[in-house]
Antibody, heavy 121, light 107 residues
Framework: EVQLVESGGGLVQPGRSLRLSCAASGFTFDDYAMHWVRQAPGKGLEWVSGISWNSGSIGYADSVKGRFTISRDNAKNSLYLQMNSLRAEDTALYYCAKDKSGEGLGAFDIWGQGTMVTVSS | AIRITQSPSSLSASTGDRVTITCRAS??????LAWYQQKPGKAPKLLIY???TLQSGVPSRFSGSGSGTDFTLTISCLQSEDFATYYCQQYYSYPQGFGGGTKVEIK
């Protein structure tokens, strides 16, 4: 079964850090680009970051550039998002999503169920 | 960054109606546009990619059209299970982006 399972969310104080993980199974992980997408409570979808199959192409939303770092470990079939200097506006459900392409120029055909990040003092 | 403007933000329709949702990109994105459906408490589901290609397993009442800057999602005969929120997405270049969403409600 093709599956993405996110973990690492929780309650964190403003200014602190958190690392999200996404475990992939059921497909050849290192053939595809991967992305993080977030959704604040009651709001729409916001693309956060994407990484190509070999980590050669990486992109970030302007809202997280310089604070978040995306990475992947193809040997472990895992995607990560290191989030530093967290702000209240980063509070959201964070989804991991699989790209249909290897370079990040495809739609997202597989999504996880998300992990909630709450930034509050 | 490329801006995506989606309209309407909500609409009311009845089962059997034909529904159209539009997205406009602030610059040309060729056919690098996708449409997703999201139901409450669930992850988004891919419906259409490359502006007009139906994702495997998606009913044929869903269709997409357009290229360049203007795109349309059409549901030809609305079913009860289609009441949800729909998003378009451009994946032409980083940073990628989604439209603001269209909530399709029961009239």
């Amino acid at each position: 079964e093709v599956q993405l399972v996110e973990s690492g969310g929780g309650l964190v104080q403003p200014g602190r850090s958190l690392r999200l993980s996404c475990a992939a199974s059921g497909f050849t992980f290192d053939d595809y680009a991967m992305h993080w997408v977030r959704q604040a409570p009651g709001k729409g979808l916001e693309w956060v970051s994407g990484i190509s199959w070999n980590s050669g192409s990486i992109g970030y939303a302007d809202s997280v550039k310089g604070r978040f770092t995306i990475s992947r470990d193809n040997a472990k079939n895992s995607l990560y998002l290191q989030m530093n200097s967290l702000r209240a506006e980063d509070t959201a459900l964070y989804y991991c999503a699989k790209d249909k392409s290897g370079e990040g120029l495809g739609a997202f055909d597989i999504w996880g169920q998300g992990t909630m990040v709450t930034v509050s003092s | 960054a490329i801006r995506i403007t989606q309209s309407p933000s909500s609409l009311s329709a009845s089962t059997g109606d034909r529904v159209t949702i539009t997205c406009r990109a602030s610059q040309g994105i060729s056919s690098y546009l996708a449409w997703y459906q999201q139901k409450p408490g669930k992850a988004p589901k891919l419906l259409i990619y490359a502006a007009s290609t139906l994702q495997s397993g998606v009913p044929s009442r869903f269709s997409g059209s357009g290229s360049g800057t203007d795109f349309t999602l059409t549901i030809s005969c609305l079913q009860s299970e289609d009441f949800a929120t729909y998003y378009c997405q451009q994946y032409y270049s980083y940073p990628q982006g989604f439209g603001g969403g269209t909530k399709v409600e029961i009239k």
